[in-house]
Protein backbone atom coordinates (compact mmCIF):
# COMPACT_ATOMS: atom_id res chain seq x y z
CA UNK A 1 0.00 0.00 0.00
CA UNK A 2 2.95 2.66 1.07
CA UNK A 3 1.18 5.92 0.96
CA UNK A 4 -1.69 4.82 -0.21
CA UNK A 5 -2.61 2.43 3.15
CA UNK A 6 -1.47 5.39 5.42
CA UNK A 7 -4.13 7.10 7.37
CA UNK A 8 -3.97 10.68 8.99
CA UNK A 9 -5.91 10.54 11.55
CA UNK A 10 -7.38 14.26 13.81
CA UNK A 11 -8.14 13.98 16.91
CA UNK A 12 -10.80 16.75 17.26
CA UNK A 13 -9.79 19.36 15.39
CA UNK A 14 -11.39 23.05 15.68
CA UNK A 15 -10.05 24.99 13.14
CA UNK A 16 -11.10 24.84 9.83
CA UNK A 17 -8.81 26.76 8.01
CA UNK A 18 -6.09 23.96 9.62
CA UNK A 19 -8.28 21.05 7.65
CA UNK A 20 -8.06 22.82 4.85
CA UNK A 21 -4.08 23.27 4.89
CA UNK A 22 -3.80 19.73 6.33
CA UNK A 23 -5.98 18.54 3.05
CA UNK A 24 -3.58 20.57 0.92
CA UNK A 25 -0.39 19.14 2.52
CA UNK A 26 -1.80 15.72 1.91
CA UNK A 27 -2.08 15.96 -1.10
CA UNK A 28 1.29 17.92 -2.05
CA UNK A 29 3.17 14.72 -0.78
CA UNK A 30 0.77 12.25 -2.25
CA UNK A 31 -1.64 11.32 0.49
CA UNK A 32 -5.43 10.67 0.85
CA UNK A 33 -6.51 8.91 3.76
CA UNK A 34 -7.76 11.38 5.95
CA UNK A 35 -10.28 10.37 9.33
CA UNK A 36 -10.96 12.89 11.33
CA UNK A 37 -11.97 11.97 14.88
CA UNK A 38 -14.92 13.87 16.29
CA UNK A 39 -14.44 17.13 14.42
CA UNK A 40 -14.89 20.74 16.31
CA UNK A 41 -15.73 22.53 13.09
CA UNK A 42 -17.12 21.88 9.89
CA UNK A 43 -14.56 19.79 7.68
CA UNK A 44 -16.40 20.63 4.34
CA UNK A 45 -17.00 24.65 5.36
CA UNK A 46 -16.20 27.56 3.23
CA UNK A 47 -12.96 28.38 5.30
CA UNK A 48 -11.67 24.71 5.00
CA UNK A 49 -12.34 24.69 1.24
CA UNK A 50 -10.86 27.62 0.58
CA UNK A 51 -7.36 26.25 2.20
CA UNK A 52 -7.63 22.80 0.41
CA UNK A 53 -7.24 25.01 -2.55
CA UNK A 54 -6.98 22.36 -5.18
CA UNK A 55 -7.43 19.21 -2.43
CA UNK A 56 -11.01 19.29 -2.31
CA UNK A 57 -11.63 15.79 -2.75
CA UNK A 58 -9.64 14.75 0.40
CA UNK A 59 -12.11 16.45 1.94
CA UNK A 60 -14.95 15.12 0.68
CA UNK A 61 -13.77 11.97 1.10
CA UNK A 62 -12.42 12.07 5.01
CA UNK A 63 -13.91 9.17 7.31
CA UNK A 64 -15.46 11.07 10.27
CA UNK A 65 -15.86 9.03 13.38
CA UNK A 66 -16.48 9.27 16.82
CA UNK A 67 -14.13 7.34 18.52
CA UNK A 68 -10.38 7.26 18.14
CA UNK A 69 -10.53 3.56 18.53
CA UNK A 70 -12.87 3.28 15.50
CA UNK A 71 -10.17 5.47 13.54
CA UNK A 72 -7.33 3.06 13.78
CA UNK A 73 -9.75 -0.66 13.06
CA UNK A 74 -7.87 -2.22 10.89
CA UNK A 75 -4.21 -0.73 11.54
CA UNK A 76 -1.08 -2.65 11.97
CA UNK A 77 1.29 0.22 13.06
CA UNK A 78 0.56 3.56 14.85
CA UNK A 79 2.45 6.42 15.39
CA UNK A 80 0.89 9.46 17.60
CA UNK A 81 2.57 12.52 17.66
CA UNK A 82 3.19 14.68 20.61
CA UNK A 83 4.67 17.31 22.46
CA UNK A 84 5.44 16.02 26.00
CA UNK A 85 7.57 13.01 27.96
CA UNK A 86 4.41 11.05 29.15
CA UNK A 87 6.94 8.85 31.45
CA UNK A 88 10.82 7.97 31.25
CA UNK A 89 10.15 4.78 29.66
CA UNK A 90 8.46 6.51 26.61
CA UNK A 91 11.17 7.14 24.32
CA UNK A 92 10.19 10.71 21.73
CA UNK A 93 11.92 10.00 18.40
CA UNK A 94 12.41 12.36 15.42
CA UNK A 95 9.87 12.24 12.77
CA UNK A 96 13.41 10.95 10.05
CA UNK A 97 13.94 7.98 11.99
CA UNK A 98 10.45 7.11 13.20
CA UNK A 99 8.26 7.30 10.16
CA UNK A 100 9.86 4.92 7.90
CA UNK A 101 8.70 2.39 10.18
CA UNK A 102 5.07 2.56 9.19
CA UNK A 103 5.94 2.42 5.60
CA UNK A 104 7.93 -0.79 6.41
CA UNK A 105 4.15 -2.76 6.10
CA UNK A 106 2.67 -2.08 2.63
CA UNK A 107 0.22 -4.52 2.84
CA UNK A 108 -1.84 -2.92 5.61
CA UNK A 109 -3.22 0.11 6.43
CA UNK A 110 -0.77 2.05 9.31
CA UNK A 111 -2.15 5.32 10.76
CA UNK A 112 -0.28 8.49 11.99
CA UNK A 113 -2.23 10.08 14.99
CA UNK A 114 -2.40 13.92 15.32
CA UNK A 115 -3.80 15.52 18.36
CA UNK A 116 -5.86 18.85 19.17
CA UNK A 117 -4.52 22.09 18.01
CA UNK A 118 -4.66 23.61 22.18
CA UNK A 119 -3.76 20.38 23.90
CA UNK A 120 -2.90 17.43 21.83
CA UNK A 121 -3.36 13.93 22.65
CA UNK A 122 -4.17 12.55 26.45
CA UNK A 123 -2.58 9.77 27.77
CA UNK A 124 -5.21 7.17 26.96
CA UNK A 125 -4.96 8.37 23.49
CA UNK A 126 -1.03 8.04 23.09
CA UNK A 127 -1.99 4.78 24.91
CA UNK A 128 -3.47 3.59 21.12
CA UNK A 129 -0.06 3.67 19.61
CA UNK A 130 3.11 2.05 19.52
CA UNK A 131 5.90 4.56 18.68
CA UNK A 132 5.84 8.60 19.52
CA UNK A 133 7.19 11.10 17.57
CA UNK A 134 8.08 15.12 18.64
CA UNK A 135 9.17 17.50 15.70
CA UNK A 136 11.98 19.14 16.50
CA UNK A 137 11.86 22.84 17.05
CA UNK A 138 14.10 26.03 18.75
CA UNK A 139 13.63 26.14 21.80
CA UNK A 140 12.23 29.92 21.63
CA UNK A 141 8.89 29.05 20.65
CA UNK A 142 8.23 25.03 20.33
CA UNK A 143 4.99 25.08 19.27
CA UNK A 144 3.60 24.37 15.82
CA UNK A 145 0.81 25.09 14.06
CA UNK A 146 -1.19 21.22 14.01
CA UNK A 147 -1.19 22.07 9.58
CA UNK A 148 2.33 22.55 9.85
CA UNK A 149 2.88 19.19 12.01
CA UNK A 150 1.16 17.46 9.23
CA UNK A 151 3.10 18.79 6.11
CA UNK A 152 5.91 18.40 7.77
CA UNK A 153 5.66 14.56 8.55
CA UNK A 154 4.23 14.08 5.11
CA UNK A 155 7.15 15.15 3.56
CA UNK A 156 9.30 12.71 5.69
CA UNK A 157 6.91 9.97 4.88
CA UNK A 158 7.31 10.43 1.01
CA UNK A 159 10.96 10.15 1.08
CA UNK A 160 10.64 6.78 1.90
CA UNK A 161 8.17 5.73 -0.54
CA UNK A 162 9.89 4.30 -2.81
CA UNK A 163 11.99 2.26 0.23
CA UNK A 164 9.02 1.03 1.66
CA UNK A 165 7.83 -0.43 -1.58
CA UNK A 166 10.84 -2.33 -2.13
CA UNK A 167 11.14 -3.60 1.20
CA UNK A 168 7.72 -6.06 1.66
CA UNK A 169 7.83 -7.65 5.18
CA UNK A 170 8.05 -11.40 5.45
CA UNK A 171 5.98 -11.33 8.70
CA UNK A 172 2.20 -10.48 9.26
CA UNK A 173 1.64 -8.03 11.31
CA UNK A 174 -1.46 -8.46 14.19
CA UNK A 175 -4.11 -5.42 13.38
CA UNK A 176 -4.48 -3.16 15.96
CA UNK A 177 -7.52 -4.21 17.07
CA UNK A 178 -6.56 -7.96 17.45
CA UNK A 179 -3.62 -6.54 19.31
CA UNK A 180 -6.20 -4.07 21.30
CA UNK A 181 -8.94 -7.02 22.51
CA UNK A 182 -5.10 -8.77 24.01
CA UNK A 183 -5.00 -5.74 26.10
CA UNK A 184 -8.50 -5.87 27.24
CA UNK A 185 -8.37 -9.45 27.96
CA UNK A 186 -5.40 -9.34 30.10
CA UNK A 187 -6.33 -6.67 31.79
CA UNK A 188 -9.47 -8.35 32.91
CA UNK A 189 -7.87 -11.17 33.77
CA UNK A 190 -5.39 -9.58 36.54
CA UNK A 191 -7.53 -7.94 37.67
CA UNK A 192 -9.49 -10.70 38.33
CA UNK A 193 -6.89 -12.92 39.78
CA UNK A 194 -5.26 -9.42 41.84
CA UNK A 195 -2.41 -8.98 39.98
CA UNK A 196 -4.16 -5.47 39.12
CA UNK A 197 -5.65 -3.08 41.38
CA UNK A 198 -8.60 -1.14 39.87
CA UNK A 199 -6.91 2.65 40.87
CA UNK A 200 -3.72 0.99 39.22
CA UNK A 201 -4.89 -0.83 36.44
CA UNK A 202 -4.30 2.11 33.90
CA UNK A 203 -0.64 2.87 34.31
CA UNK A 204 0.23 -1.13 35.15
CA UNK A 205 -1.10 -1.39 31.44
CA UNK A 206 0.61 1.18 29.66
CA UNK A 207 3.90 -0.58 30.80
CA UNK A 208 2.20 -4.07 29.65
CA UNK A 209 1.66 -2.03 26.31
CA UNK A 210 5.03 -0.81 26.05
CA UNK A 211 6.42 -4.04 26.37
CA UNK A 212 4.39 -5.34 23.66
CA UNK A 213 4.74 -2.80 21.30
CA UNK A 214 8.72 -3.37 20.90
CA UNK A 215 8.07 -7.03 19.94
CA UNK A 216 5.96 -6.18 17.00
CA UNK A 217 3.54 -8.88 17.50
CA UNK A 218 2.60 -11.09 14.64
CA UNK A 219 -0.77 -11.89 14.52
CA UNK A 220 -0.25 -15.91 15.08
CA UNK A 221 1.43 -14.49 18.19
CA UNK A 222 -1.48 -12.75 19.24
CA UNK A 223 -3.71 -15.80 18.91
CA UNK A 224 -1.47 -17.85 21.04
CA UNK A 225 -1.53 -15.57 23.88
CA UNK A 226 -5.31 -14.82 24.17
CA UNK A 227 -5.43 -18.90 23.66
CA UNK A 228 -3.03 -18.96 27.05
CA UNK A 229 -5.57 -16.36 28.89
CA UNK A 230 -8.16 -18.74 27.94
CA UNK A 231 -7.05 -21.74 29.62
CA UNK A 232 -5.76 -19.45 32.33
CA UNK A 233 -9.49 -18.51 33.05
CA UNK A 234 -10.67 -21.92 32.59
CA UNK A 235 -8.56 -23.52 34.92
CA UNK A 236 -9.47 -20.96 37.56
CA UNK A 237 -12.77 -21.52 36.69
CA UNK A 238 -12.76 -25.76 37.12
CA UNK A 239 -10.46 -25.01 40.11
CA UNK A 240 -13.35 -23.02 41.91
CA UNK A 241 -15.71 -25.31 40.85
CA UNK A 242 -13.61 -28.21 42.49
CA UNK A 243 -13.09 -25.61 45.97
CA UNK A 244 -17.09 -25.25 45.63
CA UNK A 245 -17.49 -29.41 45.58
Not at 14 to 22: E, K
Request: charged fraction near 20%.
Amino acid sequence: MGLAGLRIVLMEPAGPMNVGSIARAMKNFGLNHLVIVNPQCDPLSMEAMKMAVHAKEILESAVLVATLPEALQGCVRVVATTGRVRSQETSLENPRTALPWLLEEIEKPVALIFGREDRGLSNEELNYAQRFVMIPTHESYQSLNLATAVAICCYELAQFTELSATESPSIELAPWDVVEAYYQQLESLLLKIGYLYPHTAASRMEKFRQLYNRTHLQTTEVAMLRGILRQVEWALKNHSDREIL
